[in-house]
């Protein structure tokens, strides 16, 4: 079992940056790709960025984070970071952390465990 910790969310002006950050505990920190997600009221769940398991190298980005987020991992500290910047409102959510299998999964059902979750929110 691996548990997950996010914090760093809260509120930021449109334009802002805000550091998240993901602290991993239990299991094996390095067997994972870790994952972003985040979920508007009303909407879905949806993927926003992947880092693959140490040694890889790979980072994956939904489009509408491209070139805004960046995501990170510390796996002698066990954390997983994501620098959000230039933010929009409609970036804002809760935003959750998760571990999974492979850099290519992009969907919930593909991570098998997960944050509680932090909040941000981009006022305009």
């Known amino acids: 079992q691996v548990q997950l910790v996010e914090s760093g969310g809260g509120l930021v002006q449109a334009g802002g940056s805000l550091r998240l950050s993901c602290a991993a505990s239990?299991?094996?920190?390095?067997?994972?790709?870790m994952g972003w997600f985040r979920q508007a009221p009303g909407k879905e769940r949806e993927f926003v960025a992947v880092?693959?398991?140490?040694?890889?190298?790979?980072?994956y980005y939904a489009d509408s984070v491209k070139g805004r987020f960046t995501i990170s991992r510390d796996n002698a500290q066990k954390l997983v970071y994501l620098q959000m910047d230039s933010l929009k409102p409609e970036d804002t959510a809760v935003y959750y952390c998760a571990a999974g299998g492979t850099w290519t999964a992009r969907l919930p059902h593909e991570y098998r465990f997960w944050g509680q979750g932090t909040q941000v929110t981009v006022s305009s």
């Open positions: 239990g299991g094996t920190f390095s067997s994972y790709a």
């Open positions: 880092i693959s398991r140490p040694g890889g190298g790979i980072t």
